[in-house]
């Protein structure tokens, strides 16, 4: 053990050092932010070491610490506390130190100071509802208007730390050998309840800290991994989100909806009673006296070891010299790693702005580089220094739309939670495949995707994927299949979620949309145009109607978020094969590329993603209907509506022509519509400018931006183009 002593003992000494020196006045709570620094490199070399019996020790006096800075207890009892656990782990470890067995049982003890401690300090002042499950955090307001950037930085990193201990324990529920993973979670969730305990949010640091007592126990051998251990894992991370959500609402200003903590704290309980031996040794009367003397030898006995094993004493020198030295080397590295890779933290709102300046700066060059007086410079150094300045500033907008990106994998390991509990729901066998999770993607449709993924994931278990005995009978494996795909396709990325249950009922589909008018029975459609159906608002063909889907209001969410980040969404179903769901989307909703077209004096954008193809159409193709002259054309033995934007906008037009205008097709559901423009300018890049409240009436527009002229150009959004044009066309009839 001279190991672990010459690395241990001077963060003892240091730590000894500074609870002598501590004085239980409120000047002095600096010193306890360095305590706590030392604990946590006490804690780091007593977990190399396997000794988590005084790791459990520390958390007391984290606790303890904890209640003084919250001011739950008094600065006098909380100390007296901490330096009662800290002389007990000083005894445990001296005896350590000589190799001897401790002559108590440390954790027996450890869990007596525990309940002393519990019993003497009241509850914490968090407010209790009606609902004595049900909770509210506290924080001291001083601290939200001083450190709310620590409190932010908190719960963001806490987030993180979730997700991955979420992952973490799905990849255990599939491998339980994985020791590595278990050693994962419980330094996250270590580091949740260390900063908890800080901050004052007891009810994180109390759930947190039982969960951590779980982890312990499989890590230490007291239990076996079963399935109460992770019922009571994932149920303890579904109760921190949602208090770490109420936190949220706090910092905002916004009143907190109470959290139900109860069942969490119930089955984490029921959990650790499991690794609790069914003999619980006797504490001896006599411990303190023992350890009194214990202490009073310490120096004698050690003093006694080094005269009588002189060599001991030369090799524990030397050893500390060569930890100095590697320590040394190790620092030299760590600061050359963090020289070469350095994690910055910045607000998502400063990037915001500062991608919005730098699209300013490309459309106020693009502007310049249209000036007639810049475009006949003849010089040709000038040229050049233009020409630079060209390309920087693309290049730093490249840059800076690259740090907005993150992988969707953040978003499918979320998804693998809802697969893995709600195939338990149902009792079904499925197992979730996932590619392409290092994609990137801009946080604006990080942040909303997940929503229309999860309805879809849901519907594809509840509705799609049949039972095991469904399944036998139809001759297919036990266990169903979801698949998450993610992969980039030009300037777009294409999220694919693919079953391999039953597929869709496209008769079941028809006949509802009949019974809910939104066809007529006599109607040919398309599969396309038929499965289009069920994104619509109440339209469910469910037999039964789950806590999970049946409603019909599922899948018209997914449109509407869908369509919200210019997206696209199609279908493809085999019956007795499955269904997949292909969504194409932007990288991200800050600049797209765009086909800008005039109309008049007018420009427009359409987003080139909702563009089929543009068309002159020749004068035999273009048709009337019901009196309605030049009113469509036929594209691939389509007929095709041409809706002319002059008269969509009720402005003056040059063409009203259809076979001397340029028609663009775009396409919605897999129905295509020719809007018709007089000409085509070219495509270009476009930063997306808000139009702000004073214009949001305006119809089937999303937003506005700067073109290379100076003028402004309203970008359209065919989905309501759309939509607006069918009801014109239903109000007609």
């Known amino acids: 053990m001279i190991n672990l002593q010459t690395t241990l003992q001077p963060l003892r000494d240091e730590l000894n050092l500074k609870l002598q020196v501590v004085q239980p006045k409120e000047e002095d709570i600096p010193v306890f932010g360095e305590i706590l620094r030392v604990i946590e490199q006490i804690d780091t070399i007593l977990n190399h070491h396997e000794l988590t019996v005084f790791v459990t020790a520390n958390q007391l006096i984290r606790f303890c610490i904890s209640e ?3 001011e739950n207890v008094s600065y006098e009892q909380g100390l007296a506390y901490v330096k009662k656990i800290n002389t007990h782990i000083d005894h445990g470890l001296s005896m350590i130190y000589e190799g001897s067995e401790l002559t108590w049982d440390f954790a027996t003890t450890v869990l007596e100071l525990k309940r ?4 003497q300090i009241p509850k914490s002042p968090e407010l209790k509802t009606s609902d004595e499950d049900s909770v509210i955090l506290s924080i001291n307001q001083d601290m939200i208007e001083t450190d709310s950037n620590l409190i932010v930085e908190f719960i963001n990193e806490s987030d993180e730390f979730l997700c991955e201990s979420e992952s973490c324990l799905l990849e255990l529920e599939k491998d339980s050998t994985r020791s590595d993973l278990i050693d ?9 309840k260390g900063a908890s305990g800080f901050i004052g949010v007891i009810a994180i640091e109390s759930l947190s800290h039982q969960m951590e007592d779980l982890l312990a126990g499989i ?3 007291k239990r076996t991994i079963d399935p109460l251990f992770f019922n009571a894992c994932f149920k303890t991370i579904d109760v921190l989100r949602q208090l770490f959500g109420q936190l949220k609402e706090i910092m905002q200003g916004k009143t907190p909806i109470p959290v139900r903590i109860g069942e969490a704290e119930a089955i984490l309980q029921s959990s650790l009673s499991v690794q609790e031996t069914s003999r619980k040794p006797e504490i001896p ?8 003397k214990i202490i009073s030898n310490i120096q004698e006995i050690a003093d006694e070891i080094r005269s009588t094993t002189p060599s001991i004493r030369q090799q524990e020198v030397h050893q500390k010299q060569e930890i100095e030295n590697r320590k040394s080397k190790i620092e030299d590295i760590v600061k050359s790693e963090t020289d070469i890779l350095e994690m910055v933290k910045v607000p998502a709102k400063k990037l915001d702005e500062l991608s919005e300046l730098i699209g300013e700066m490309v459309v106020a060059l693009s502007v310049l580089s249209q000036n007639r007086i810049i475009a006949e410079i003849k010089d040709r150094e000038a040229k050049e220094r233009l020409d630079q300045l060209y390309k920087v500033s693309e290049h730093l907008r490249d840059q800076i739309l690259g740090i907005r990106m993150f992988p969707v994998g953040n978003i499918f390991s979320k998804l693998s939670r809802q697969v893995r509990d709600l195939s338990q729901k149902f009792n079904k066998q499925i197992e979730l495949h996932i590619e392409g999770a290092e994609t990137l993607v801009d946080k604006s449709i990080i942040d909303r995707i997940y929503t229309p993924l999860m309805h879809l994931v849901r519907n594809a278990i509840d509705h799609g994927i049949e039972s095991a005995n469904e399944r036998l009978a ?14 980039h396709q030009g300037d777009s990325i294409e999220i694919e979620i693919r079953d391999d249950g039953k597929g869709l009922d496209r008769q079941a589909i028809f006949n509802k949309a009949v019974e809910k008018e939104l066809a007529k029975s006599t109607d040919v459609l398309s599969d396309q145009q038929v499965f289009a159906f069920i994104f619509q608002a109440g339209l469910s063909t469910a037999k039964e109607v789950t806590d999970v889907s049946g409603r019909g209001v599922g899948m018209d969410v997914v449109k509407r978020e869908i369509d919200h980040l210019r997206g696209k969404i199609s279908i493809t179903s085999t019956p007795g094969k499955g269904t997949a769901f292909s969504i194409k989307l932007p990288l991200t909703t800050s600049i797209i590329d765009g086909l800008v077209v005039r109309v008049g004096h007018y420009q427009f954008i359409f987003p080139i993603l909702d563009v089929h193809m543009v068309i002159t159409p020749k004068s035999e193709y273009v048709k009337g209907v019901h009196g309605q002259e030049g009113a469509y054309f036929l594209l691939a033995k389509e007929l095709v509506p041409i809706i002319p934007l002059y008269r969509f906008f009720e402005i003056k037009g040059d063409i009203t022509d259809a076979t001397k205008a340029i028609i663009v097709v775009i396409h919605d559901e897999s129905k295509k519509y020719g809007v018709m423009v007089d000409e085509l300018l070219h495509r270009q890049q476009i930063v997306i400018k808000s139009l702000g409240n004073r214009f949001a009436t305006l119809q089937a527009v999303t937003g506005g931006t700067i073109l290379g002229d100076g003028r402004v150009g309203l970008i359209l959004d065919p989905s309501e183009f759309i939509r607006h044009y069918r009801l014109v066309q239903d109000t007609n009839r």
């Open 68 to 70: 003084c800075l919250t």
């Open 116 to 119: 002393e401690i519990e019993t």
């Open 184 to 192: 994962k979670i419980f330094r996250m969730i270590h580091s949740i």
């Open 219 to 221: 890590r230490d051998k």
């Open 285 to 292: 009367k006599n411990i303190w006296e023992q350890s009194e």
């Open 474 to 487: 139809k001759g297919k494996p036990a266990q169903g299949h979801v698949n998450l795909i993610a992969e």
